[in-house]
């Protein structure tokens, strides 16, 4: 289909490009790409000084070909009526059973029950009984509710397609199609808005969206690997996200948990776009996606 053909293009000027540079914050600038087709969506790394290095998703969800969804990892209840809704599963899984075409962990979540392996604790395991700690609302069902106001930053997707962003959500609306909630919206009406208390750098996943929300941003940041990339603040994340464009962003579920999945349009694979955090217990020199509760992923029709 012609609009894939111009897809596979733009998502290679983003990568290979020739990139301008647009100042970030003093003594701080990022290079973006110049895709001189029009696509549904491009792919771009960026790298800062920090160093900070990660990946950004310019979607157009305008588009009506554009569907972006909310869906648990693994939808089987291990626990009945327990606390648990699902199963963690990885991110890359998750996107290979929806087929969606980018894909990103969501929510902070609890996982309960733990395994000891090679003399470690281990919390995050394929299977372990997992729920939601915000909103999480898919399959016209609502499986995860905020229980502090801190967790009420949410992603509504509505029954007409569009998204916004909103902060301190105290209820869904009436037409929510899907909604996922985060710990903070850093960014609000175009102004830098992290919490009080914003010291700490972490690999992040988190979303924007522009002022007329016709561009949705999907942001993964590497952290926790000099010399590759530090991490980064909310105060931080936020800057970056004015820069690509964004009026609002929330910050979702981080540290090893971070992890961005593209669809390659030609081949059908998928690849894990940015550095996760996560290494094996085992010591082993390998890089490992953190199983999660729950996704965003988007689908070109």
């Keep these: 289909m012609k609009y894939r053909q111009l897809l596979v293009l733009a998502t290679f000027i983003a990568f290979t490009g020739c990139a301008t540079t647009r100042d970030l914050a003093p003594g701080i600038t990022v290079p973006l790409s110049s ?43 291990p626990d009945g009526a327990g606390p648990c809704v699902g199963q963690l599963e990885t991110t890359s899984q998750v996107a290979r059973k929806h087929n969606f075409d980018i894909t990103i962990n969501a929510s902070f979540f609890a996982a309960p029950t733990a395994r000891e392996i090679a003399g470690k604790k281990v919390y995050y395991f394929v299977g372990n009984c997992a729920w939601p700690e915000g909103w999480h609302y898919s399959n016209g069902k609502l499986f995860g509710e905020p229980k502090t106001a801190r967790l009420r930053s949410t992603m509504v997707v509505h029954r007409d397609k569009s998204v916004t962003l909103v902060d301190a959500l105290q209820t869904l609306p009436a037409d929510t199609q899907f909604a996922i909630s985060g710990n903070a919206m850093m960014l609000k009406n175009g102004a830098v808005t992290p919490p009080a208390k914003d010291e700490a750098r972490h690999p992040r996943s988190a979303l924007g969206l522009s002022a007329d929300a016709r561009t949705l941003y999907v942001v993964a940041v590497d952290g926790r690997q000099e010399p590759h990339s530090r991490g980064v603040t909310l105060a931080e994340l936020a800057s970056i996200f004015i820069q690509f464009g964004a009026h609002n962003a929330i910050n979702l579920d981080g540290g090893g948990s971070t992890s961005l999945v593209i669809k390659d349009p030609a081949s059908g694979a998928f690849s894990i776009a940015n550095q996760p955090s996560d290494t ?22």
């Design 280 to 301: 094996s217990v085992l010591k082993l020199p390998l890089r490992i996606e953190r199983p999660v509760v729950d996704v965003v992923g988007i689908s070109i029709d």
């Design 35 to 77: 895709p001189v087709l029009p696509s549904l969506y491009t792919v771009e790394r960026f790298n800062l000084p920090g160093p900070v290095a990660g990946v950004v998703v310019k979607v157009n969800v305008a588009d009506p070909r554009v569907r972006v969804a909310v869906a648990l990892a693994d939808d089987r209840d």
